[in-house]
């Protein structure tokens, strides 16, 4: 069965840097593209980026672009998300999911890691 | 960007009920829409993909509809492990936007 397991997150400071990483099992990696999403508390969940399977095409909500970047590791079956200058506004959970083939909704999720940022 | 307006942002229901929860988009996304069932702590499980298929091993009582800019996802009778949160996802173009949830409680 297809797996995501997400790790990385934590507490954070504003301004700070961290590095989340997702952990996909029980399919071909290679041949997906990969997705970061998130959900702040207390609201609906927002799109982060995708990730093409080779890792030459990825996209990003515009807002975010420059502070987060995506990448994936094939030979470790992993995607990950780098995310700089973060803001307190970037508390939520984080969640990794596979975009399905031919479409570009998200058939399997993780159960997301949590990242705080606070002072 | 695509804006998804869900209602209602919660419900009451009963066991056995009928319960119907609306997506409508800002433009029209074809058949791009998708359903997610999420409990707290869980991973979001994927219910519908292309407005009306359902994806292997969900149960027939969930049924989804719709096209354009208004889509329904229709739960026919109310079982214990069907109250959570569902919220839709356009898929037509990026930025991929969501719906705001529908929390369903007993």
């Known amino acids: 069965e297809v797996q995501l397991v997400e790790s990385g997150g934590g507490l954070v400071q504003p301004g700070g840097s961290v590095r989340l990483s997702c952990a996909a099992s029980?399919?071909?990696?290679?041949?997906?593209?990969m997705s970061w999403l998130r959900q702040a508390p207390g609201k609906g969940l927002e799109w982060v980026g995708n990730i093409s399977p080779e890792g030459n095409g990825i996209y990003y909500l515009e807002s975010l672009k420059g502070r987060f970047t995506i990448s994936r590791d094939n030979a470790h079956n992993s995607v990950h998300l780098q995310m700089h200058s973060l803001k307190v506004e970037d508390t939520a959970v984080y969640f990794c999911?596979?975009?399905?083939?031919?479409?570009?909704?998200?058939?399997?999720w993780g159960q997301g890691t949590v990242v705080t940022v606070s002072s | 960007d695509i804006q998804m307006t869900q209602s209602p942002s919660s419900l009451s229901a009963s066991l056995g009920d009928r319960v119907s929860i609306t997506c409508r988009a800002s433009q029209g996304i074809n058949y791009h829409l998708a359903w997610f069932q999420h409990k707290p702590g869980k991973a979001p499980k994927s219910l519908i993909y292309a407005a009306s298929s359902l994806q292997t091993g969900v149960p027939l009582r969930f049924s989804g509809n719709g096209s354009g800019t208004e889509f329904t996802l229709s739960i026919s009778s109310l079982q214990a492990d069907d109250f959570a949160t569902y919220f839709c996802q356009q898929y037509n173009s990026y930025p991929i936007t969501f719906g705001g949830g529908t929390k369903v409680e007993f």
């Open positions: 029980g399919f071909t990696f290679s041949k997906f593209w």
């Open positions: 999911a596979r975009v399905k083939a031919t479409t570009t909704m998200n058939d399997w």
